[in-house]
């Protein structure tokens, strides 16, 4: 499986960025895709999921503000992130597990996002 993400960028404090994760190399499309973000120092931390069938889960510092989304014909999700604060500066980081084997995760090769102040 190999996840594809871009979209990240600078931003300032206020602003928004949409991150996009395709994901390619299986037809197995029965799986929870995410976003996770690391920053210096911190660990990866989990920034929101959803299920092949739309259910979300997010974390509580960005809950009404970024919003996930996925395409299941396109394997893509998505990560729409409003009033972007510099606490969101990070490596953002794609995340795919399959529901017959949700213990392995596979990753994407990050995506930086850094808001300025």
């Known amino acids: 499986v190999q996840l594809q993400a871009s979209g990240g960028g600078l931003v300032q404090a206020g602003g928004s960025l949409r991150l996009s994760c395709a994901a390619s190399?299986?037809?197995?499309?029965?799986?929870?895709m995410g976003w996770y973000r690391q920053s210096p120092g911190k660990q990866r931390e989990l920034v929101a999921s959803?299920?092949?069938?739309?259910?979300?889960n997010y974390a509580d510092a960005i809950k009404s503000r970024f919003t996930i989304s996925r395409d299941n014909a396109k394997n893509t999700v998505y990560l729409q992130m409003n009033s972007l604060k510099p606490e969101d500066t990070a490596i953002y980081y794609c995340n795919l597990r399959f529901l017959s084997n949700i213990a392995t995760s596979w990753w994407g090769q990050g995506t930086q996002v850094t808001v300025s102040s």
């Open positions: 190399g299986s037809s197995n499309n029965n799986n929870v």
């Open positions: 959803i299920a092949r069938g739309g259910s979300a």
